[in-house]
Structures are given as structure tokens and as C-alpha cells.
């Protein structure tokens, strides 16, 4: 993702951040979105999506287990947004858009209660998600949803 951003920034939005503060802000949610988010969403997806793909039933202790360490990551979500529009700042970033596949699978699964209750972060994710660019992408087929 970070190689595809600097490539092409001059052809749309800069989603590196335009000074190096601010590319250090975008590396640093970036992580927290691969170190904290990511893991505990995965866990929902693969628990959820993949085993009813494969007639295999949820491990609800998996579940509300990933449940519980998703919304302590929106905790600090919540305090983040409650201070910027963005998670890097007053500026759509990498950072923003590296959420949307996993958060609309979240989505998809029935459990945006753990987004809607928490005002920021669903105006965080109202936000991203209705971006123009961003429907064109899910307009078109999500094979783990068929």
C-alpha cells in the first residue's frame, strides 16, 4: 500500500501525510491498524465468513473473545477521533483507508454496534466508507459475501 501511495500521489489524494510529521502520524496508525485492529477483525472474519463458507459452525468463544479486544481497540479509536476528523490527522490517509475492507466485512457479519456505538468512530466511518472511490470499489463483487 505504502509503495501504490508514494507512486501515485500526484495523480489524487496524498495519503502519506504532506510533511514528514505527518507521514510519521499515517506510519504510526498504520501499525496500530496492523498490530491491534487487524488481528482481533481477522479473527471475527475468519470465525464468521470463513467457516460458514465452509459449513464449519463459529466458535462463539473465539467470537466474543475478538469481540472484546475489537472494542478496546475502538476505545482508542474513539479518544483519537474525538480530537481529528482522520486517524492521522485533519486529512484522509492511508491510515483511514487501510480499515475499510475489514470494517466492511464487519459490516456485512452484523456487528457494526461495535462502530455505531461510538460517536466518533462511526462519523469516522461514515466518512470513509462514502467516499466516492471507496463505493466504486464495493460496488463491484466481494467474493467472500457470495
Known amino acids: 500500500m505504502r509503495y501504490y501511495a508514494e507512486k501515485y500521489k500526484s495523480q489524487g489524494t496524498d495519503l502519506l501525510g504532506k510533511t514528514i510529521e505527518e507521514r510519521g502520524v499515517v506510519e ?7 498490530q491491534s485492529y487487524h488481528p482481533a477483525i481477522d479473527n471475527l472474519v475468519i470465525e464468521i465468513l470463513f467457516g460458514r463458507k465452509r459449513g464449519i459452525p463459529p466458535d462463539a468463544k473465539v467470537i466474543e473473545e475478538s469481540e472484546k479486544k475489537l472494542a478496546k481497540v475502538l476505545d ?12 492521522a490527522g485533519d486529512f484522509f490517509s492511508l491510515a483511514d483507508l487501510s480499515h475499510l475492507p475489514f470494517t466492511k466485512y464487519l459490516a456485512d457479519m452484523g456487528k457494526m454496534y461495535l462502530i455505531e456505538e461510538r ?16 463505493k466504486k470499489v464495493f460496488s463491484s463483487r466481494w467474493p467472500l459475501l457470495e
Open 28 to 34: 504510526q496508525w498504520l501499525e496500530v491498524e496492523a
Open 76 to 87: 482508542i479509536y474513539e479518544e483519537r477521533l474525538s480530537k481529528s476528523k482522520y486517524l
Open 119 to 134: 460517536k466518533h468512530v462511526k462519523a469516522w466511518w461514515d466518512d470513509i466508507s462514502n467516499r466516492p472511490s471507496w
